[in-house]
């Protein structure tokens, strides 16, 4: 993928994945691209996460600066993905999320390898902000 900003994420978010990345049948290169992710983040405790920071269970306003077409997304697991106003971390969107904070952009590779540049706008609820550290 291109040179990625600097994410952060929470301990708890990492144990979480690394659990479903272990159970789930997911094709390999899907798990190998969120586990790069995993790698690269700064690692910090659950109750340190700024505010402004796209955690697991995340609901997060952004925009593709490539098609100028702004969404309202919430991150969830494999397992709850599929509800309206969902995606998945194991999709291309949900794993460029992960770890970004509000105006950060990532240049991310897509479905059917269509060119994203996502830009945080806002985080609209962020677990960890209001102790919702269960989710």
């Known amino acids: 993928m291109n040179k990625s900003p600097a994410i952060v994420m929470t301990r708890l978010d990492i144990q ?16 190998e691209a969120l586990e790069d992710e995993m ?11 700024a505010s402004d920071v796209v955690t697991m269970n995340s609901t997060v306003r952004f925009v593709d600066e490539a098609s100028d077409r702004e969404f309202v997304l919430t991150l969830v697991y494999p397992d709850q993905a599929g509800r309206p ?12 999320l992960i770890g970004l904070k509000v105006g950060q952009s990532i240049n991310w590779q897509g479905p059917a390898g269509r060119p994203l540049r996502l830009k945080i706008i806002d985080v609209l609820y962020q677990p960890e902000a209001n102790g919702d550290f269960h989710l």
């Not at 979480?16 to 798990?31: F, G, N, S």
């Not at 790698?39 to 996460?49: D, P």
């Not at 106003?85 to 460029?96: D, E, F, K, N, Q």
């Open 85 to 96: 106003g969902t995606i998945s971390v194991l999709a291309p969107v949900g794993m460029a």
């Open 39 to 49: 790698l690269r983040a700064r690692v910090i405790g659950h109750k340190q996460i």
């Open 16 to 31: 979480r994945l690394e659990k479903v990345m272990a159970d789930i049948p997911a094709p390999l290169e899907m798990l």
